[in-house]
Nanobody, 125 residues
Framework: QVQLVESGGGLVQPGGSLRLSCAAS????????MGWFRQAPGKEREFVAA????????YYADSVKGRFTIARDNAKNTVSLQMNSLKPEDTAVYYC??????????????????WGQGTQVTVSL
């Protein structure tokens, strides 16, 4: 079992930045694909970013490409999401997820095995 705990959410003005962190416990995440997803009120959970176990592969939703950066530190068992140039439409609950899955389904939330409880990100004046 892998337990995931997100932190770093909050209220930020448009154009601002936030850095989300995800701390894992229970077992090493070094062999897991790690992903970030988000869910806004009334909407389905959507893919934001993912990183492969070797850190050589990173994947982003088109809506965040160039603004968000995912990274992992296998030694510390953590994953982060640096979010810059935030927009009101980025407002959502952000979830960290872990899974052993193929790259072809890396954007599919149903393929991830473990989830954190989520952290709220609100982008507003």
């Amino acid at each position: 079992q892998v337990q995931l705990v997100e932190s770093g959410g909050g209220l930020v003005q448009p154009g601002g930045s936030l850095r989300l962190s995800c701390a894992a416990s229970g077992r090493s995440i070094s062999t897991y694909v790690m992903g970030w997803f988000r869910q806004a009120p009334g909407k389905e959970r959507e893919f934001v970013a993912a990183i492969t176990w070797s850190t050589t592969g990173t994947y982003y939703a088109d809506s965040v490409k160039g603004r968000f950066t995912i990274a992992r530190d296998n030694a510390k068992n953590t994953v982060s999401l640096q979010m810059n140039s935030l927009k009101p439409e980025d407002t959502a609950v952000y979830y960290c997820a872990a899974g052993r899955l193929g790259l072809a389904v890396i954007t599919n939330p149903s393929k991830y095995n473990y989830w954190g409880q989520g952290t709220q990100v609100t982008v507003s004046l």
